[in-house]
């Protein structure tokens, strides 16, 4: 591997079950194409012959089943091919959710339908939990199922930016440049990166979003078979271990899939053998997983809010737009971080009101927040309410009373309310 002046093809050969390992250079894209033999990206197939190219900095294996050979052409951080992988346990995890989608559908006439598979993916950070996730999905919708992902992860959003849970359809195999098609995503804005920020409302959205998602399983039998995955955040001590089982409790998940963490998955297993209908299952981590450190995740987010506005590949370009302060109506939900209960004299309650939904004025401070578009249509909705999107705060003036922000489409929003959270955005 690494990084050579000028540009030269280089040809790989795969043995059977193995995997190209690739980080993509910082600065220039890569091109990748399928010589001979089966490939895939996370669970998604490449096509033959056709070249694609891949994003700077942009991290992800090629694995065959059966043996291929992959032509690189640019440089890369790093590339080396591993023939030690877990992915003869992922796939067999896939199987035995595949025949229980096939058992639920065999029974959507039946007065009371068995339900398709809830797996919750559970780990630490950099456990590979979104790959999972994705290659799952991408495996069900390659048979014909329509899974739906269910992201909780608000560090390192897949669906959408950070700061927000959300769940999609997947209808098609994930497409490893593009990620997930972003058609119509269920979005709850909770405005911060970390959870305890505020712990009741994240609990709350977790809560709002199975609800609606329980909702349209009812009418929808292909869905309700085929099930969801869902995709959680790496905290997984104290209160973040307590938010797991809200989750696996909210979502009623009947299978629990533990990435790499023996002590995580003893406990899941002690406190869940209560629930003889829900499995918890031990997987290994992938040796190619990329572990990141702080600074990169934040770069990483930062990556995510631009690709909102402007395309994975540069292929968008937002709308400024000016408005009055009097034509938006910016709120925030509940007070500042929390202070543990143990910092407090005895008996007094951490935060007033975690859910209280207060008017903010408009001024400096809110410059490069990034805000979210709520569906609500009156204030006191907005803690229930989904998102349909966001917008970027470029300029305040104060004299003439305006403001200025980038939003992906041009013309009115489609709410004047507005969502206010911790979330900043440093446009580069
Ligand atoms: P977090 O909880 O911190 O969000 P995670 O557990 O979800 O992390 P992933 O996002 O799945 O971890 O993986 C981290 C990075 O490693 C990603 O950039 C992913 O594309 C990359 N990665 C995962 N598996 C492999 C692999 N087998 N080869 C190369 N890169 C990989």
């Known amino acids: 591997g690494g990084t050579s002046a000028g540009s030269s093809i280089k040809q790989m050969k795969l043995e059977k079950e193995s995997e190209l390992r690739i980080e993509v250079a910082n600065d220039t894209p890569l091109r990748l194409r399928l010589l001979n033999g089966t490939a895939e990206i996370f669970g998604t197939e490449l096509p033959p012959q056709m070249w694609l190219s891949f994003p700077p900095r942009l991290k992800f294996a090629v694995f065959t089943w059966y043996g291929a050979t992959i032509e690189m052409d640019g440089s890369t951080e790093t590339d080396y091919t591993a023939d030690e992988t877990p992915m003869v346990s992922y796939v067999n995890v896939h199987a035995i959710l595949?025949?229980?989608?096939?058992?639920?559908k065999a029974s959507s006439t039946d007065s009371e339908p068995?339900?398709?598979p809830r797996v919750i993916v559970v780990g630490p950070t950099d456990s590979g939990k979104s790959t999972l996730s994705k290659m799952l999905l991408s495996w069900a919708a390659k048979q014909g199922w329509k899974p739906t992902f269910v992201d909780l992860d608000i560090g390192q959003g897949a669906i959408t930016i950070p700061g927000c849970i959300a769940a999609t359809p997947i209808e098609l195999p994930i497409d490893p440049v593009e990620g997930i098609s972003l058609e119509m995503p269920l979005v709850y804005f909770y405005g911060h990166t970390t959870p305890s920020q505020n712990v009741e409302l994240y609990k709350v959205l977790v809560k709002e979003l199975a609800e609606i998602l329980q909702r349209q399983f009812t009418g929808n039998a292909e869905s309700r078979a085929s099930g969801m995955v869902i995709n959680t955040m790496g905290w997984i001590e104290g209160v973040g271990y307590e938010l797991l089982l809200h989750a696996i409790d909210t979502f009623n998940a009947n299978v629990v899939l533990v990435l790499g963490q023996e002590k995580l998955f003893s406990m899941l297993k002690d406190v869940l053998k209560s629930k003889p209908n829900v499995d918890v299952v031990k997987l290994q981590r992938s040796g190619g997983v990329v572990s990141r450190s702080a600074k990169v995740r934040q770069k990483s987010r930062s990556y995510r809010i631009r690709e909102y506005f402007y395309g994975i590949v540069n292929d968008l370009s937002p709308h400024s737009n000016i408005a009055n302060f009097s034509d938006l109506f910016i709120y925030r939900i509940g007070g500042g971080?929390?202070?543990p209960r143990s910092a407090l004299p005895i008996g007094a309650d951490p935060i007033a009101n975690p859910l209280r939904v207060t008017p903010v004025n408009i001024?400096?401070?809110?410059?490069?927040?990034?805000?979210a578009v709520s569906y609500a249509q009156e204030p006191d909705q907005i803690v229930s309410s989904n998102v349909a999107g966001f917008i970027y705060i470029t300029d305040i003036?104060?004299?003439?009373?305006?403001?200025?922000?980038?939003?992906p489409t041009a013309g009115e929003l489609p709410s004047k309310y507005l969502i206010m959270g911790t979330l900043t955005w440093l446009e580069t």
């Open 337 to 339: 971080p929390q202070a």
């Open 397 to 407: 003036d104060l004299q003439r009373k305006k403001i200025t922000y980038l939003s």
């Open 114 to 116: 068995v339900q398709g």
């Open 363 to 371: 001024d400096r401070d809110l410059l490069h927040v990034v805000l």
């Open 98 to 104: 595949d025949a229980r989608r096939n058992r639920a």
